[in-house]
């Protein structure tokens, strides 16, 4: 069935390297994609956003890149700090719904200082 | 503060219970989201309010819950008869009604169905 994936549950980095956090999609229709950070106790927080005639989107520290070919989708973080420590969230919204975002299961990311 | 907030931000209650929470979303905004989110999974949408009208329901609402903005600002997710299950974060975003607009996210209630 569609989905919205993470190829990889936890991530631990050290202070100051980059991190890569990837995500598949199964459906070719979704045309808007968002990046969340979710810190402990608290709710999801935007990260940044590409749309689907976009390949790479660059925020402050952050880049996401779109590879439509293989419904792939990656959040790279740049010299990683201990408050990127939390949970990724990729997440897609549809043509048919641009209502309804669908997450992914999500991706610990600890920074170990 | 502007941004979306909730309350309460945590309820415990026994089950059989009703508990009601309240969403207060970023103040021009007039899309209202609720979702529901279990530990380590993301969010799963459960309906969702332009204005006042509730446009779209989850199969994930059951009967046992209602949802309300009958002012188009503030909105109410009320959990009759609650369970254990329904143990989780429920969680509130708000946007603007612009083409792919950018949803965010309250700091959530936690309940937890004894």
């Known amino acids: 069935g569609e989905s919205v994936g993470l190829h990889l549950p936890t991530l631990s980095v050290q202070e100051g390297d980059n991190s890569i956090i990837n995500c598949a999609y199964s459906n070719s229709a979704s045309d808007y994609f968002i990046w969340y950070k979710q810190e402990s106790g608290k709710g999801p927080q935007f990260i940044i956003d590409i749309r689907s005639n976009m390949d790479k989107r660059q925020g402050q520290r952050v880049t996401v890149l779109l590879n439509k070919t293989v419904k792939h989708l990656s959040l790279q973080i740049a010299a990683t700090q201990p408050g990127d420590s939390a949970v990724y969230f990729c997440a897609e919204t549809r043509k048919t719904s641009y209502d309804k975002v669908i997450f992914g299961p999500g991706t610990s990311l600890s920074v170990i200082p | 503060d502007t941004g979306v907030s909730q309350d309460p931000r945590h309820k415990i209650t026994k089950r059989g219970q009703n508990v009601t929470f309240r969403c207060d979303p970023i103040?021009?905004?007039?899309?209202l989201y609720w979702y529901r989110q279990t530990l380590g999974q993301g969010p799963e949408f459960l309906t969702y309010f332009q204005n006042e009208a509730q446009l779209e329901k989850s199969r994930l609402l059951s009967d046992r819950f209602s949802a309300e903005r009958p002012k188009g600002s503030f909105s109410t997710l009320e959990i009759q008869r609650t369970e254990q299950g329904d143990s989780a974060m429920y969680l509130c975003?708000?946007?603007?009604?612009?083409?792919?607009?950018?949803?965010?996210f309250g700091p959530g209630t936690r309940l937890l169905v004894l």
């Open positions: 975003a708000s946007s603007f009604s612009l083409e792919e607009e950018t949803q965010y």
């Open positions: 103040s021009e905004h007039n899309r």
